[in-house]
């Protein structure tokens, strides 16, 4: 990878890319193919756009919503949306990043002008997010193209790809002495997770909680709690061998959905409900669970990104009755360039075992075979390596 650091890419060059023609394929998505290896053509970086080399992208469980087109997006784009990487070229008007910089991708380009991010909430970036629903850049620029026309971009990312141009306010700088394939992760499964405990319910020490799916996200959050100090921590899910890790991780109690019915296990281990619960699978019935799950007073934190026409019911009364609260965490309620770099001082000091998370590595033309892996439930972060 050091050995492409003196080329320039001003004018355009091409990129091996993961695209994503079509959404709907039926698994086993090695077989159906829905993701094809191309040779595609990569504009440089436009004013305040960054050319960045990819080190590490992870296979996320929101890339998999949009192959089942569960999460429809514009077609055809390239994916991926967890990353990290060494910058290569930098367009006009940008003064905080140079070439050979380490960076993590944020997938909320956090504009910084809106009345969120000056409110502290760029997670819900206007702009940016309207960008990512338009399959663009920040600038509403599409830089990829194949042989017939644009191709989208994915969140602001594009992981899948050897080459990817992104916004300046997509990037968050590191600490170079980070391997890129861990900080890779730092991207979405750590910020997500470990963000909901300690930014969007701000978990005290000595609380409870339950969280239900011990994918990336929820081993995170698994992570955050015990950093947040609390005293016990329940895991939920229907694998043993991703409870097990949980238990490594820092969970003090173990559910597997398969043997134990969780609500009623989690009511009886926390003397009435967890204090906090929270729903990282992206179902609304896992989050009428956690609902369920949480005690009067509670609070029930939905990190998962169910299907848009899925709809979920409680009784009403159960708010106002048993004062409960009900909060959404996108992102991880995080601002990129403060809680990405807190994080991984917190992963150098040892706090968080993030490197747990990785599973499996694999090469750009195993991908299909890497989202079989995910949609079993085989695998935690697979991390495509690109080196």
Same mark, same amino acid.
């Given at each position: 990878m050091?050995?492409t650091?003196?080329? +320039?890419? +001003?004018?355009?060059?091409k +990129? ?12 086993? !998505? ?11 053509t990569?504009?440089?970086?436009g ?9 590490g ?11 089942d087109? =569960?999460?429809?997006?514009i077609?055809p784009?390239?994916?991926g949306?967890e990353? =990290?990487?060494?910058?290569? /070229?930098v ?37 940016g997010?309207?960008?990512?629903i ?6 509403g620029?599409?830089?990829f193209?194949?042989s ?7 969140l602001?990312v =594009?992981?899948?790809s ?7 306010? =997509? ?6 002495s ?19 405990v300690?930014n ?39 694998f ?7 238990r ?9 959905v ?17 204090? !906090?619960a929270f ?7 896992v989050?009428?669970?956690? !609902?369920?799950a ?8 939905t990190?998962?990104?169910?299907a ?8 009403a009364i159960?708010?106002?009755? /048993?004062e ?10 995080c ?12 992963y ?18 195993e ?5 079989d892996?995910?949609?079993?439930g085989?695998a ?8």
């Amino acid at each position: 990878m050091n050995g492409t650091a003196l080329k +320039t890419y +001003t004018s355009s060059m091409k +990129t091996k890319a993961a695209v994503l023609y079509e959404m709907g394929a039926s698994p086993p !998505y090695s077989e159906s193919q829905p993701f094809r290896i191309d040779e595609i053509t990569l504009a440089g970086p436009g004013a305040g756009e960054v050319l960045v080399e990819i080190a590490g992208a992870g296979l996320c469980h929101s890339d998999l919503s949009v192959v089942d087109g =569960s999460r429809p997006r514009i077609m055809p784009m390239v994916m991926g949306h967890e990353a =990290s990487g060494i910058v290569r /070229e930098v367009g006009a008007g940008v003064s905080e990043f140079a070439p050979g910089d380490h960076v993590v991708f944020s997938w909320v380009a956090c504009c910084g002008r809106c009345n969120f991010c000056i409110s502290a909430r760029g997670a819900l970036c206007a702009p940016g997010n309207a960008a990512n629903i338009a399959g663009t850049l920040l600038s509403g620029a599409r830089r990829f193209a194949d042989s017939n026309a644009a191709v989208n971009h994915h969140l602001g990312v =594009s992981a899948f790809s050897q080459f990817t141009v992104a916004a300046q306010e =997509s990037l968050v700088k590191i600490d170079p002495s980070v391997q890129l394939a861990t900080a890779a992760l730092f991207g979405c499964a750590v910020v997500t997770g470990v963000g909901a405990v300690v930014n969007t319910a701000r978990v005290p020490p000595g609380s409870s909680v339950a969280v239900f799916g011990m994918g990336g996200v929820g081993l995170s959050a698994i992570m955050g709690a015990r950093v947040a100090g609390a005293s016990t921590i329940i895991a939920v899910d229907r694998f043993d061998d991703k409870l097990t890790l949980a238990r490594e991780l820092g969970a003090t109690h173990l559910i597997n959905v398969e043997r134990d019915e969780p609500v009623a296990a989690i009511r009886e281990l926390t003397a009435g409900g967890a204090d !906090y619960a929270f729903e990282s699978v992206g179902s609304e019935q896992v989050l009428i669970q956690a !609902y369920g799950a949480t005690k009067c007073g509670g609070t029930t934190i939905t990190v998962g990104l169910p299907a848009p026409n899925k709809m979920f019911s409680i009784p009403a009364i159960s708010i106002t009755a /048993e004062e409960r609260t009900i909060k959404g965490s996108y992102m991880g309620s995080c601002i990129p360039r403060r809680d990405i770099p807190r994080f991984i001082g917190m992963y150098q000091a040892g706090l968080l075992p993030v490197d747990k998370l990785h599973t499996h590595t694999l090469r750009l033309e195993e991908i299909n075979l890497g989202f079989d892996r995910l949609a079993q439930g085989q695998a935690v972060r697979q991390i495509i390596d690109f080196s």
